[in-house]
């Protein structure tokens, strides 16, 4: 079963770009659909992107449309979040998540495998 591990977060200023990643290790993450979830402090987990194994299909969350892209290299087994024009509500704990399945979840509840997270801080 895959392992996933989180990095690229950081601190940056409103309105900049900031790459993060998550690499499965074990196994190829092929046949997994792969999602991005944050947490800020004080508030539940939040969905934010998510995409799948079979059709490249993606899934945002009304916040990020239109900022975030999500991207996969399975040659890499590394899914990718590219965070434009940030604001400082994008604040917080970023992890990657798989669940085997040919849809896109959107609920922190189908996802079975997790990554510890990375933080970031986006200053205004």
């Known amino acids: 079963q895959v392992q996933l591990v989180e990095s690229g977060g950081g601190l940056v200023q409103a309105g900049g770009s900031l790459r993060l990643s998550c690499v499965a290790s074990?196994?190829?993450?092929?046949?997994?659909?792969m999602g991005w979830f944050r947490q800020a402090p004080g508030k539940e987990r939040e969905f934010v992107a998510a995409i799948s194994w079979s059709d490249g299909s993606t899934s945002s969350a009304a916040p990020v449309k239109g900022r975030f892209t999500i991207s996969r290299d399975n040659a890499k087994n590394t899914m990718y979040l590219q965070m434009n024009s940030l604001k400082p509500e994008d604040t917080g704990v970023y992890s990657c998540a798989a669940v085997r399945t040919v849809r896109v979840p959107t609920r922190e509840s189908a996802y079975d495998l997790w990554g510890q997270g990375t933080q970031v801080t986006v200053s205004s």
């Open positions: 074990g196994r190829s993450f092929s046949s997994y659909a």
